[in-house]
């Protein structure tokens, strides 16, 4: 059966991040997890959904992104299907033509699992690496020692901000889209 592309809308979130749940694992090259999608819900259940994009073949759900931004889709694929011909395939094409809902026109960027079959049909169709990113992990299990520096909290325009500018790091690995 042909490869699915779906937007799950509200009422279909929490299948979105129960597939997500069940395909994480310490070590996984994970693009995207539960918790992104949770603090992305902070724009709101329907702002969420508009952003969420799932793949799905017979029903099941193979891979999920998050418009974290119109030009940026965050993307993984489930751990059985991450080589996958008829789904990178199709995630190609559904990432380098914005009349099917995905990306916008003009420069774009898909983050995507290493060793994806994704990674590789999208630069034989001329994408490009862009900046790498390293993944970073840490056991919480046992307290984190003081690193002994000062956090300051500074107040902007009504909002609290940490040393952190943004509150969340990625680290992951972009492609820009289209050659041009």
């Not at 952003?51 to 931004?69: E, F, Y």
């Not at 030009?71 to 751990?79: E, F, G, N, Y």
Request: hydrophobic residues 40%; charged residues 30%; contains cysteine.
């Amino acid at each position: 059966m042909a490869i699915v592309l779906g937007k799950p809308g509200v009422d279909g979130l929490s299948e979105a991040v129960g597939v997500l749940r069940e395909w994480q694992y310490d070590g996984a090259p994970m693009q995207l997890h539960p918790g992104d999608l949770g603090w992305f819900w902070r724009f709101g259940a329907e702002a969420t959904a508009a952003a969420v994009r799932t793949w799905s073949r017979d029903g099941q759900i193979l891979a999920v992104g998050l418009l974290d931004d119109p030009k940026l889709l965050r993307l993984t694929i489930a751990p059985d299907a991450r080589r996958d011909g008829e789904l990178a395939q199709q995630l190609v094409e559904d990432v380098t033509e914005p009349e099917r809902g995905v990306l916008i026109e003009g420069t774009v960027y898909v983050e995507a699992p290493m060793g994806a079959l994704v990674q590789d049909l999208l630069f034989e169709v001329g994408w490009n690496a862009d900046e790498p990113w390293t993944p970073l992990r840490r056991d919480l299990t046992e307290p984190v020692k003081d690193p002994g520096v000062r956090i300051e909290v500074i107040l902007r325009g009504g909002c609290r901000r940490t040393a952190r500018p943004n509150s969340r790091s990625r680290c992951n690995r972009r492609m820009p889209a289209r050659p041009e």
